[in-house]
């Protein structure tokens, strides 16, 4: 392939760097707040927007995630029912791993985050 043909500008062999500078393309053309690729324990795996939302925002992944979050004798709104209404997660499965695409803010639609999913199995897949 040559370059004419190759769409992304910024390119690196470094999974890390690679998977960050595809993120930021995708919050970029999204108009995205924050988004990140989170593990199953809630930690960053990358990152494209300001750090401590990304960290937020990849700690309640796994919850987010799950779906439903029930706190007996609940009489306020949990932090996790507040940002849900504005977060697209998306489960990234990588050789039978799976990661979290999650994504807050700007156009979270499912086209948007499959597209970016795509990007980020490709990255790790490479890596791995």
Do not use: F
Request: proline share 5%.
């Amino acid at each position: 392939m040559n370059l004419a043909e190759d769409r992304r500008r910024k390119r690196s062999n470094d999974p890390l760097v690679a998977l960050h500078y595809q993120l930021s393309h995708a919050r970029s053309e999204g108009h995205m707040e924050t988004i990140v690729v989170a593990d199953d324990a809630g930690l960053v795996v990358a990152g494209a927007g300001p750090w401590a939302a990304c960290e937020e925002l990849a700690a309640y992944a796994p919850l987010l995630a799950q779906g439903g979050w029930d706190e007996p004798a609940k009489t306020a709104r949990s932090r996790v029912d507040e940002i849900r209404e504005d977060v697209g997660v998306q489960p990234v499965d990588v050789d039978g791993q799976t990661v979290l695409l999650c994504a807050r803010g700007g156009k979270t639609q499912p086209a948007t985050m499959d597209k970016t999913a795509r990007a980020v199995a490709r990255i790790l897949r490479k890596a791995a």
